[in-house]
């Protein structure tokens, strides 16, 4: 049951160049929209969000752009740094539905090389 | 900044043994969750709690497990009796409110053996 998917399982980029990490969804109930940064033995950590009632969001060098017809989003990093190094995993809720609940899809790994 | 704690960073069981997972949720915070990642797998919700009831939980958190606050700061996770399919990360997390971000705790490893 993959309402949330990363097809990526890993991405490698240079220094100084973008980043974009893509996430599809199922779910058409699904109405907030997250990306986590995991480094090994850590929590994840939030990134940036987007609800969809928007389809772009941009903090600092985070930009998520969401597109609800296609149910499809993704996180653009500009520019890439050695230390966004690190699984990142793009997560979705139903929150009009009722469920705060967060469904996670498997991560991508990305690795940015100096 | 505020965190979400957990503790122990890492505990080992021995299969049919009870275990307690402590999380001190983020002090302003109003609605809490479980989520565990079993190694190589993603991130799955457990439960999440709100104004002392659970309000939400998936098919995993079955009849095993639990979840209290037993005062203003933590909140736990019990499993009764634990599988070695119990096996994995627990994070616990946090929200000030049912639409703002989840702040995770740093996790904890639990292994059963």
């Known amino acids: 049951d993959q309402q949330v998917k990363q097809n990526s399982p890993s991405l490698s980029v240079q220094e100084g160049r973008i980043s974009i990490l893509n996430c599809d969804y199922t779910n058409s109930m699904f109405d907030y929209f997250l990306w986590y940064k995991k480094y090994p033995a850590e929590g994840p950590t939030f990134l940036i969000s987007i609800s969809s009632i928007k389809d772009k969001n941009e903090d600092g060098r985070f930009t998520v752009f969401l597109n609800k017809s296609a149910k499809h989003l993704s996180l653009h990093i500009v520019p890439s740094q050695p230390g966004d190094s690190a699984v990142y995993f793009c997560a979705a809720s139903a929150l009009q539905g009722g469920s705060e609940k967060l469904v996670f899809g498997k991560g991508t790994k990305l690795t940015v090389n100096p | 900044e505020p965190e979400v704690t957990q503790t122990p960073s890492h505990q080992v069981t021995q299969m049919g043994q009870e275990v307690i997972l402590r999380c001190v949720p983020i002090?302003?915070?109003?609605?809490f969750y479980w989520y565990r990642q079993i190694l190589g797998q993603k991130v799955e919700f457990l439960v999440s709690f709100y104004n002392n009831e659970i309000s939400e939980k998936s098919e995993i958190f079955d009849d095993q497990f639990s979840v209290e606050r037993p005062d203003g700061s933590n909140f736990t996770l019990k499993i009764r009796s634990t599988k070695l399919e119990d096996s994995a990360m627990y994070f616990c997390?946090?929200?000030?409110?049912?639409?703002?971000?989840?702040?995770f705790g740093q996790g904890t490893r639990l292994t059963v053996v």
């Open positions: 997390a946090s929200t000030r409110d049912k639409a703002s971000e989840a702040f």
């Open positions: 002090s302003n915070h109003l609605y």
